[in-house]
């Protein structure tokens, strides 16, 4: 049996010192396969972004961003781009004046002289590494996307804020105390897990419109705030305080707000890191709902903007990069320092 | 350290400052016993207002017709909205139906949930298996495999779609190994395989540190017990680890399924709205064109197909929880 | 003023009801101890008394005002908790100053308050650490402190040295005797521990199942039990159980027959009782003598020796249950030796076995 390789065996077999199999071999396969997997779409797209429009649609694609070079030359008003020509066996750098069928012609752009006529054949471009940070600085001056990334900031942190303090309030409330109809009442918001938004959209679009904020960013704010999520894990979390904190601070003449506010609040702090992650996250990545409440360009929030603009511009895939990029940039710095707190919040709780 | 808690202390202080005055006036008119509903009061309104409420009026508007918007200019049609919906000479086949799209929907989404849950299922446990194991690195691969979990819907169809753009990079892999480029978001067969893999790629970090936890939740000792027992790994991956990650594995499905169904965002952002034609159109962007796309303003079907969606994911719900108490105990 | 009344107090979690009409009345300045086995109510009577349960009926009084209906905060008293319940998240001086702050003292009368506790204790380096960077016995220290700046009319303590080991438990044990003998507050305190309720009590109210079953000085308790819960509850290691008859004697106490020949004295009122009724004879380990001639054959199975005292189990020959008989200094009787043992004059004590009732207070005067 010991010369057997089970296929599945690496499954289960913990690793022994000193000795790889085939089994370690096809894990790590996976594991880097799987890595490759994830990263290869976004660098690409990265990488992308930083590529002038010309070079973005090349085919074959290079791996790096860049562009062809242009040089002023004396006697010309217009920049003329810059190639390697090999003559007699010597490369030098000259620029093109025009092209011509199979032959172009070529001054020097140090000491522009008559042009001297070359086969195509024998010259190729020069290029440089350019990042096109233009591709960045032009959907933010021109396309407006200064105002959605200010929206999505704005929801982001104003949605934060209050599902921290909304649902820290009715999770002390069933945490710690006994009152008629406590048990009902955590029923009755757990259950509201049961309801995905899609399923009420519709009518809750109407809500939006009874309440007269269709258009508003507060109608994408207001609806997320009460979250059975936050409710849950900050009821689990607070119920590990114990409840001799809470009669030490009544016998110590505290008001009840103050026992919330001074007390448990901070004692909870780990629990709010926690949800206020995740909240960020879903904030900013929210996008049917904004999509259904706002309508006008200013109110975009940066997903609903981001979509809109790839259907403005479907062939614009430099500037649709570079701000698929700029959306990227927040979660993953959250994720790159945070991610420790992300995934246990997550095994804690198995929730998303 | 000491300053920032210093800082977010007079935060906390100046918050206290405004609001207890008033908070303490309540507490002395209502009594500390009542408190705990004021507590409650806030988050109980929004889910009434945002939640109870919708609900109410999603069951109410499937009733009705036109294309009002307040319920009180809306014609009574009674089930019209849902013999509409239901009617079919054959329910196999969408173009038989008086309303079509509303089964290549469902059509499409049964498809899309069986893949995407066979597939990522399978990605996941066997993810989760190997991170299981004593490997170096660990804590990286689960952080690299869980990074997509984090990212928008938007983001994700916008990166995919550049990636299997004619241009993009999967074409120039293609083209190194001889094969032509294809346009694969304009292919019927290839846009709805790669909605599954894009949505597998998405998803399957989550579903794995949901199956580690509960892997890491098995007790070392039955692994040595089964060593001591010279049983095969085979044996101890069917006979041990499997059967005691089975309650995991049944939630995971039944969670897999309830957000499988409703498969929107990245699919809407991937394929240009359910591209090509309606290959890739799914229910709930069935509801939003319905409801809000153009001017078809059809609250009444949007409903009636929303109620239908509801009912379907409940009772995915409530056998999830059923699960989930059996795993507990 | 910290005297305390309650009347007829009752109280039922739901169907359960765990106190059955308590009456107490405590005097100022008195240390009185709550004790009795877990779940008998006494930390639910502590809690009614702070003010963090409701009463179901009855009514307390402190200082002869009725504080039924008022928060702990406006009953002037202060607590200190089992687990002693100091805020985690805020230095000891914070910990001090929190109470007071809430009753909107001023910063300077705050900080003499904390700097005169902080002195009693001796717990002034400590004062800007949190709660987590002390010991067991300094955290205790702490919670009393939060105590005493409150300078309240009770304190009241909730098995506060049930966290601490062995050798602090008995330390601290006297400093709080000794708090008390300086403040001079009344003091109530609540342990299931038999020996902080016999070394600290100037009063020992003992609790069963709701109920009061005996209130009185520590002494009063342990030689005059009212009843055979109490004589079994206070002692170490429990007070010895015969069953027996009552011979009547002479006119001034009875006669108890326990079998094998030797009749016991007791200083039972002859009137109570009538010749040939059953009872139960008690006697504490410790007031056992050894006997020459005439007495009850003890089968030694085996001892303990402690180095000052030894005790020795065995039983009456023929019968199964235990006998512990207490002896001063070293003794090592053989396994299987049969000794002669007799209760000390005046301290057999005699229950009814139906009532569970003691059928007179032994020991009071002489025979």
New interface residues.
């Given amino acids: 049996m010991s010369g057997n390789v089970s296929a599945i065996g690496f499954f289960t077999r913990t690793r022994r010192a000193g000795r790889i199999d085939i089994t370690d071999i096809l894990s790590w396969l996976w594991l880097i396969g799987g890595t490759l997997a994830v990263l290869v779409p976004v660098l690409w797209a990265g990488m992308s972004s930083l590529k002038p429009e010309a070079e973005i649609t090349r085919f074959p694609p290079t791996l790096l961003p860049r562009a062809a070079v242009q040089v002023q030359v004396q006697g010309f008003d217009k920049p003329l781009s810059l190639w390697n020509m090999t003559v007699d066996g010597e490369t030098r750098e000259m620029a093109m004046v025009r092209r011509i069928g199979l032959k172009a012609q070529m001054v020097d752009p140090d000491k522009p002289g008559k042009p001297v006529s070359v086969d195509t054949k024998s010259i190729s471009p020069v290029q440089r590494l350019t990042v096109a940070t233009e591709n960045y600085t032009d959907p933010l001056t021109r396309f407006s996307f200064l105002t959605f990334l200010k929206n999505s900031v704005f929801v982001t942190f104003v949605a934060t804020l209050l599902t921290l303090i909304v649902n820290a309030l009715a999770a002390f409330a069933l945490s710690k105390y006994r009152f008629r109809g406590d048990k009902a009442i955590f029923v009755l918001i757990i259950s509201t897990l049961m309801i995905p938004l899609t399923v009420v959209m519709v009518p809750a679009y109407l809500v939006i419109v009874g309440v007269g904020l269709v258009d508003n960013l507060w109608g994408v704010i207001i609806p997320t705030v009460a979250s059975p999520t936050g409710v849950f894990l900050l009821r689990q979390y607070m119920l590990t305080i114990?409840d001799?904190?809470i009669?030490?601070?009544?016998?110590?003449?505290?008001?009840e707000f103050?026992i919330f506010w001074?007390?448990v609040l901070?004692?909870t702090a780990p629990a709010l890191a926690v949800l206020a992650i995740f909240s960020v996250l879903w904030r900013w990545n929210d996008f049917l709902w904004p999509l259904i409440v706002l309508s006008s360009r200013e109110n975009f929030t940066l997903q609903v903007g981001l979509n809109a603009f790839q259907g403005e511009f479907s062939v614009q895939w430099h500037y649709i990069l570079a701000m698929t990029f700029l959306s990227l940039i927040p979660v993953t710095l959250v994720f790159l320092f945070l991610q420790r707190y992300i995934t246990t919040g997550i095994a804690g709780t198995g929730m998303k | 350290m000491a300053r920032a808690t210093g800082l977010a202390d007079r935060a906390l202080d100046l918050v206290m400052a405004l609001f207890e005055a008033p908070i303490n006036a309540v507490e002395r008119l209502i009594g500390?016993g009542r408190m705990p509903y004021l507590f409650l009061a806030p988050n109980l309104v929004l889910f009434g207002i945002f939640t109870f409420l919708p609900i109410a009026i999603a069951i109410g508007y499937a009733f009705t017709g036109g294309t009002e918007l307040l319920i009180s200019h809306r014609p009574f049609v009674g089930l019209e909205n849902f013999r509409k919906l239901l009617t079919c000479d054959s329910y196999l086949v969408p173009g038989s139906c008086e309303e079509s799209l509303f089964w290549t929907a469902i059509w499409n989404t049964l498809w899309f949930v069986g893949f995407n849950v066979a597939a990522t299922l399978l990605v996941a446990l066997v993810t989760a298996l190997i991170l299981n194991r004593a490997i170096a690195a660990r804590g990286f691969f689960r952080a690299m495999f869980f990074y997509p979990v984090l990212l928008s819907p938007v983001v994700i169809g916008l990166i995919w779609k550049w990636f299997l753009d004619r241009n993009g990079l999967l074409n120039v892999f293609l083209q190194m190994l001889g094969v032509p480029p294809e346009i694969f978001l304009l292919d019927v067969g290839w846009s709805r395989f790669f909605v599954v893999v894009v949505s597998v790629w998405f998803h399957m970090g989550f579903y794995t540190l949901i199956l580690l936890a509960g892997l890491q939740a098995i007790p070392k000792d039955l692994y040595e017990a089964a060593a001591i027992d010279a049983a095969t790994p085979s044996r101890t991956l069917f006979r041990i680890t499997l059967p005691l990650l089975g309650p995991n594995l049944l939630v995971v499905l039944i969670l897999l399924m309830i957000r499988s169904v409703q498969i929107f965002d990245e699919a809407w952002v991937l394929t240009n709205g359910g591209g090509p034609g309606t290959a890739n159109t799914f229910l709930v962007q069935y509801i939003y064109q319905m409801a809000f796309a153009g001017d078809l303003r059809l609250f009444g079907l949007a409903s009636a197909a929303s109620v239908l969606m509801g009912l379907v994911l409940l009772v995915l719900t409530l056998v999830q929880l059923r699960l989930g108490k059996k795993a507990e105990s | 003023m910290g005297d305390l009344k309650l009347t007829n107090l009752n109280k039922s979690f739901g169907a359960v009801a765990v106190l059955h009409d308590v009456n107490l009345q405590i005097d100022n300045g008195e240390f009185v101890v709550f004790v009795g086995p877990s779940g008998c109510g006494k930390s639910t009577l502590l809690?009614i008394i702070?003010?963090?349960e409701d009463v179901t009926s009855g009514s307390i009084a402190i200082a002869g005002r009725d504080v039924s209906a008022f928060?702990?905060?406006e009953r002037k008293?202060?607590?200190v908790?089992?687990?002693y319940?100091?805020?985690?998240?805020m230095s000891v001086r914070k910990n001090l100053a929190?109470?007071l702050e809430?009753?909107k003292f001023k910063r300077a009368e705050i900080d003499a308050r904390i700097t005169e506790a902080a002195r009693m204790l001796a717990i002034e380096p400590y004062l800007d650490r949190r709660p987590k960077q002390l010991s067991g016995g300094q955290r205790q220290r702490v919670a009393i402190g939060?105590a005493i700046v409150?300078d309240p009319d009770i304190f009241l303590f909730d098995e506060p040295l049930s966290n601490l080991d062995a050798a602090l438990r008995v330390q601290t044990r006297a400093e709080i005797t000794k708090l008390h003998r300086e403040m001079q507050t009344t003091m109530i305190y609540v342990t299931h521990d038999q020996v902080e309720a016999m070394t600290m009590a100037d009063k020992i109210v003992v609790l069963r199942a709701g109920r009061i079953e005996q209130v009185g000085t520590p002494l009063e308790l342990f030689d005059h039990p009212r009843n055979l819960f109490v004589a079994g509850f206070l002692g170490s290691p429990r007070m010895n159980i015969l069953k027996g008859r009552i011979v009547i004697g002479d006119a001034r106490s009875a006669l108890v027959d326990v079998g094998y020949g030797t009749l016991l004295r007791s200083h039972i009122v002859p009137a109570t009782v009538t010749a040939g009724q059953e009872i139960l004879a008690g006697v504490r380990p410790a007031h056992f003598a050894l006997s020459d001639g005439e007495g009850l054959p003890f089968e030694v199975r085996y001892h303990e020796s402690l180095g000052t005292e030894t005790y020795v189990y065995g039983n009456l020959q023929g019968q199964s249950e235990q006998i512990i008989v207490h002896q001063a200094g070293h003794f090592a009787p053989p396994q299987g030796a049969v000794l002669k043992i007799v209760p000390l004059e005046g301290r057999l004590h005699v229950f009814d076995p139906a009532s569970e009732l003691a059928l007179a207070r032994a020991g009071r005067g002489r025979a």
């Fill in positions: 114990p001799e904190l009669e030490a601070a009544r016998v110590d003449a505290a008001s103050r001074r007390i901070p004692l | 500390k | 809690r702070a003010g963090l928060s702990p905060a008293i202060a607590m908790f089992q687990s319940a100091l805020y985690p998240h929190f109470g809430n009753l939060r409150r």
